[in-house]
Each structure stands twice: as C-alpha cells, then as structure tokens.
C-alpha cells in the first residue's frame, strides 16, 4: 500500500483549467464514490479550493502507477474535460514526496500567501466529507490527523501567520504594538474611502470602542457615523475633537496637509502625552511627515505600510525556512510509522508460531518429568521463555531497524516470511 | 552544603537566561516554559543557600561582598517572578535575567565566600530589613530598567517605520511603559523604607542618623532621580522615551551606590 498524489495547482495551471475539475460539496460526494470504483484505488480524499484541486489516495497492492493513471482519468471523465487539456497541467508524488506535500500544503507553506489560515480549514472540510463517504483509511486517517498536526505545530512554533500582508491589517498590528489591547480605544475617521473605511472596520472589529467622522461634507460625516454606530463632528471642530482620539485615520482629497505638526504638538499636550498613532492614506498626503518626530506620535503614510508590509512578507519567508524543518522531521517520522506498519503483523506472526513450540514442548516435557516441585516447574519454564526470546530478539531487532532505515524492511521481511513460513 | 546550592542556582539561573535569551529568536512556547521552570528551580536553591547559612549561624546576607551579589541576585529573581504574575510577558526575562546572572557569576568568582563575623555594633535586627528593602527595591528598579530598555527597542522600531530586529517579539509599547512604571511606583516605597530604616539602625549602631558616608550620599543621589521621574511621571504626565531614559539613568546609580562605591569611594558601608 502506498501513497499518493494527483493534482494541479496555482503553480501549474491558469484558473482556465483549475475551475474546469474543481469540486463543489454535492459533486464531491459523488466523485469519491466513482473514484473508489477504479480498480487500483484503495482509500482516497479530494481536496478542491479556488487555487488548487488534489487528490489524495493510496493504491491497491503497492501499484501506484496504475493508480495515477486512474486517478488522471477519473479526473477527466468525471468532469467530461479531455486528458490532453489538463495532462500538461497535473503533478503527482508519491511516498515521502506526497506525505511531505500533504503536510506542506496543510500547513500553508504551499500557498499562494504562505501563512494564510483558510486552507488548514479546507483541508478539514474535504477529510470530514471524505471520511463520512467512508472513502479513507487506515492510512488516510493517520496521515491527515497527522497533517493537522504538523500545521498546528508550525503555527504555534513559527511566526509564519502572525504578522500583517494587507495594509488594513498592517494597520490594527502597529496599533497593537503602540497601544496594546486596543479596547476602550478611540479612532477619528477623517474623509471617506473604501481603504480607510476598510482599515477603520477593522480596528472596530479588533476592540477599538469609539469612533469618530469628520468630513467637509457634514451630512457625508453623519451617514458614515451612523454605518460604524459612532459621531460625526463638524471639520471645522477637528483640531479640537483631536485630542480624543488615540488612532486618526486621514483620507481625504486635500490638495495640501491638513495636519500639521504645531498642531499635533498642542493636541499631545492636551492629552497628557498619551501616545497617538497616525494613518495616512491620502495622495496627496493630509498629513506632515514631521508629525512622526512629535515625541509619543507616530506617524504612517500609505508608503510605509507598504514598507511594513513588505517587510511582513520578508519575515514570514524566514519563518518559512523554519517550518521547513519541521515538516521534515514529521515526514520522516510518518515514513518510521508506514514501515513499522509493514513490519508489525510478521513479528507478531513470528513470535505466535515460536509461542506455539515452546507451549506445546514444553507441555510435553513436563508430563514425562515426575515429583517436580512447584519452584522447579516454574523454574524450567522460565527457560524455555528466556531461550526463546534471547533467539528471536536477533531477528525481530534487525528486521525493525531495517524498517525504520531509509529503504525501508519490505525485503527483510519478505525473507523472513519465508524462511519460517509464515505465511498461511 | 550552602556552596553547593549556590552552584545549583548558577547552573539553573543560567539556562533559565539562556532560553529567556533564546525566546526573542524561537517563538516556540516550549521555551519560556522551560525558562521559568529552571528560574523557579534557581530560586529554589538561592533560598536554600541562605537558610543553610541561617541555621550554620549569623546574618546571612549582606555581610560582605559575595553575599550581598547572591541576596541582590535573590531579589531580581523574586521580583520578575511576583511581576510576571501579572503581566505575561516573558520575553522581560530576556533583558532582566542577564543582570541576575552577572552578579551571580561575578560573585562565583569572589575569593571569600564564607560567613563573616560582623562587628558587633552591627549585629542587629535592623540589618536583614535595611539589606531586604534596600535590595528588593532596587531589584524592582532593575525591572524598570529592562522594560526601559525594551522600550527605547521598540520605539525606535516604530519611529523608523521599518520592523527591525526584536520588533515582531517584542511587546507593546503600552504594556513595556506600563511595567516599568508600576516596577517604580512599587520599588520606590522600598528604597524610601531601606533608607529609613539604614539611619534609624545608624542611630542606634553609630549614634547619628546621617554621616554622608559615600553610600548614604549616592543613595540618596538615586532616590532623587527617581523622586523627579515619579513627580515627573504624576504631575506633567511623562512617559515613554524621556521616562525609559530617566529608569536607565536611575538604574545606573543604583548600581554605582552598589557596587561603585565599594570598589571606587570607601566608608563606612564598605565590606574588609
């Protein structure tokens, strides 16, 4: 039994062809049935997102070939496309690779942003759906609580998902590292426009309890007030209203500033020095670069988020490195548990046969043997058990270490299958 | 008995240093647990290193040089454990335990490491609790120096708008503000005490509450500077750099009315 993969991805196929075999929650129902007809399929599970279609499965008797090429054909007959439009397309692994590629794509070091949290959820999707069409396995099972696993442990062990790739979210994480907990907090919302709108939701839903509009506009200030549930002021009361505020995100279409840095001196004062932190994402900007030298301001226009963004990326492509690493270490663990998994039944098997002489010959000895005290009984029996085991523990160690080696026991065992005849 | 749980503490303080130091780089959460469990352990054997030297007889802490390192050590370690009770924020212990470990380190390599006899004008109740406020208040300024520091890191991180080095694992600058703080506004009452209680003892022991012996003087050079930070921070509202600056400062005085007026200006504090 061994395992395998067939897919596409967005590293190897246009959406053009990705959308042509993707998988819905009905069809999906369906295609592990139909799949599970082909003669080399023993387990399978189908993972289909907007950027990659896979199918995980392991093959009858070791024969993946003729897996694949089920697998590859199922694809096409299933969603009436032709082998020649999505061939060029498909990959497939096998053992180590797959298991590697399934713990790689789980852990969303595979994705197209490494680090983004949905797939780990998808992946759970289509294991539930495929274990209650009763399509998995022994193997399948393991592998993917497995794969939960590692991803679970990559994302407590590396900063792969923590910081920021979109500059809304840039946003709520520098306001974090200022303020901390942003509850109780205050944002002033001053012009309109989908991004600061957007990075003012977001702040919201991150704990941020009051907000206020300012606009030129003032019935422009109360309709967005009412949408966020929060004030609008006059703009002519904006430097006064200021000092409420811990957040202000500016976006206007000012032709010049309209935040200067003698006025946020004055409004820092009135606040008692606590800290505030500016958004700018107007072009051209609202607000001086100079506010950033006030002591406890900070000051972010559009260029710097984008600084801070890019530098996330950075950050996240080391911890990449790191994730790397781990998913190395499980797969080799995973490859000592399939082998240990070939090797298990033949010990067994070995050890009853041997169990089954000793039992019986030692039966017939002690029949012969008469006025035995107890102790002495005990005594001999124990021997035959010490000869046994001291025997067999040569074999069964090798055959074990052999199994946990890179090329794994299979021949070992074989051997030793034949050489006691073991099997039935 | 009691060297050797001196060189237990040093073994536990260190890895516990070691991985504090370790956590800034590996966000695996393995690691500050293994920091704390070995900083309980060292804290263990600190105070079995002084209760032998109680039961052996005499004071056992601050009585010469050695021991005064070892019992300021005791105290860093008393008070981060007491303040990250309240703030978890293990990644402090990456900039506070290193101090500990110096002094533990340093006091490894002192020549006399024995209990000493005091004179007996000394010998007094008075001297574990002058030595105990004295120490535990500058341990908790030790704190605020490290937050201090922590701070200076991250603000300049987010002055230059680049996330530079430590920026993803250190804390808010809210939270480093905060501890550093509340470590002052706890440290203060304990040196204000220690100081009190050392010319309450002087008066019985020498007979004048204040001789501005240079230890007397620096320490009272200490107190003001924090005196100044804390009205500073009360009344105008300080905070952040200028206020991380003013911990720095006040922490290096500390050290100085420690240890630089033992080695550099001699009195009556020093040890023989």
């Keep these: 039994m061994d395992i395998l993969i067939v897919g596409l991805s967005h590293k190897t ?66 969603h009436d ?31 197209m942003m490494v680090g983004e949290p949905q797939i780990l959820g998808q992946v759970k999707d289509a294991y539930t759906c495929a274990a209650q069409a ?43 590292k200022i303020f901390g907990e942003l509850d109780g907090k ?36 109360v309709s967005l007030a009412e949408e966020f549930g929060g004030s609008a002021i006059h703009f002519d009361d904006l430097e006064q209203q200021m000092e409420l505020a811990d957040i202000v995100i500016s976006s206007t279409g000012a032709p010049t500033t309209i935040i200067g840095k003698k006025m946020v001196q ?40 984008e600084g801070v963004v890019q530098a996330n990326i950075k950050a ?32 067994v098997k070995l050890r009853e046969w041997a169990e089954d ?58 051997i030793m299958r034949k050489l006691f005849e073991l099997d039935d | 008995m009691d060297l050797a749980f001196f060189s237990g503490a040093l073994l536990f ?68 454990l007491l303040v990250t009770v309240r703030y978890r924020v293990p990644v402090i212990g990456a900039f506070v335990m290193p101090i500990a470990l110096i002094l533990s380190t340093a006091a490894a390599f002192l020549p006399q490491k024995g209990i000493e006899d005091i004179p007996p004008a000394l010998k007094s109740y008075w001297l574990p609790i002058h030595v105990t406020l004295c120490f535990m208040g500058d341990a908790l300024f030790a704190m605020a120096f490290g937050a201090a520091i922590m701070y200076l890191i991250q603000e300049k991180n987010l002055k230059r708008k680049k996330p530079g080095a430590l920026y993803y694992s250190l804390p808010s600058l809210e939270v480093l503000d905060t501890v550093s703080y509340r470590a002052l506004t706890i440290g203060f009452p304990f040196l204000t005490l220690g100081i009190i209680t050392g010319s309450i003892w002087a008066q019985y022991a020498w007979g004048s509450y204040w001789q501005w012996d240079p230890k007397e003087t620096w320490s009272l050079i200490t107190w003001l500077i924090y005196a100044a930070l804390l009205h500073a921070r009360l009344t105008v509202g300080w905070r952040g750099r200028k206020a991380a600056w003013f911990a720095i400062v006040g922490f290096l005085a500390v050290l100085f009315t420690f240890l630089g007026v033992n080695l550099i200006l001699s009195g009556l504090h020093s040890y023989n």
């Design chain 1, 13 to 78: 196929a246009p959406v053009a062809v990705r959308e042509k075999i993707a998988f819905e929650g009905e069809t999906m129902g369906d295609g592990l049935k139909t799949l599970l007809e082909y003669p080399h399929i023993a387990e399978a599970l189908i993972v289909s997102t907007c950027n990659r279609v896979e199918i995980y499965g392991t093959a009858v008797r070791k024969e993946v070939e003729g897996a694949r090429e089920d697998i590859a054909s199922f694809l096409s007959t299933f």
């Design chain 1, 81 to 111: 496309v032709s082998r020649r439009d999505i061939d060029p397309h498909l990959y497939s692994l096998s053992g180590d690779e797959a298991v590697k590629h399934i713990f790689r794509v789980t852990a969303s070091l595979d994705s």
């Design chain 1, 134 to 176: 009763q399509a998995t396995g022994n193997i399948l099972n393991r592998l993917l609580h497995k794969a939960f696993s590692v991803a679970k442990r990559i994302r407590t062990e590396t900063r792969i998902a923590t910081s920021a790739v979109s500059i809304s979210f840039a946003a709520v994480e520098l306001a974090r």
């Design chain 1, 186 to 221: 205050t944002v002033m919302l001053i012009g309109a426009g989908e991004m600061a709108e957007l990075a003012a939701r977001h702040l919201l839903n991150n704990g941020v309890e009051h907000i206020i509009v300012a606009n030129r506009t003032y019935d422009r200030a």
């Design chain 1, 266 to 305: 004055g409004v820092i004062k009135r606040r008692r020095h606590r800290p505030m932190f500016f958004i700018d994402i107007a072009v051209p900007r609202d607000i001086e670069a100079a506010v950033n030298e006030v002591e406890n301001v900070y000051a972010y226009d559009i260029d710097d988020l």
């Design chain 1, 316 to 347: 996240r492509e080391k911890e990449a490195a790191k994730a790397e690493e781990i998913v190395h270490q499980e797969v080799a663990q995973f490859r000592d548990w399939m082998s240990t998994r070939e090797a298990f039944p033949t010990i």
């Design chain 1, 357 to 414: 002489i000793r039992k019986s010959e030692l039966e017939k000895t002690l029949r012969k043997l008469n006025g035995l005290e107890d102790a002495d009984r005990k005594r001999i029996e124990a021997m035959t058990e010490a000869i046994l085991n001291k025997i067999l523990h040569r074999p069964i160690a090798q055959v074990k270490r052999a199994s946990h080696s890179k090329r794994g026991g299979g021949d070992l065992v074989e």
């Design chain 2, 13 to 80: 303080l260190f890895l516990a240093t070691l991985h504090y130091l370790l956590y800034l780089v590996y966000q695996n959460p393995v690691v500050p647990r293994v920091a704390r469990y070995a900083l309980y352990l060292a804290f263990v054997c600190q105070t079995l290193f002084f209760s032998t030297r109680l039961v052996k007889g005499g004071m056992p802490f601050g009585t010469n040089m050695y021991e005064s390192l070892v019992f300021f050590s005791w105290c860093i370690v008393l008070s981060y």
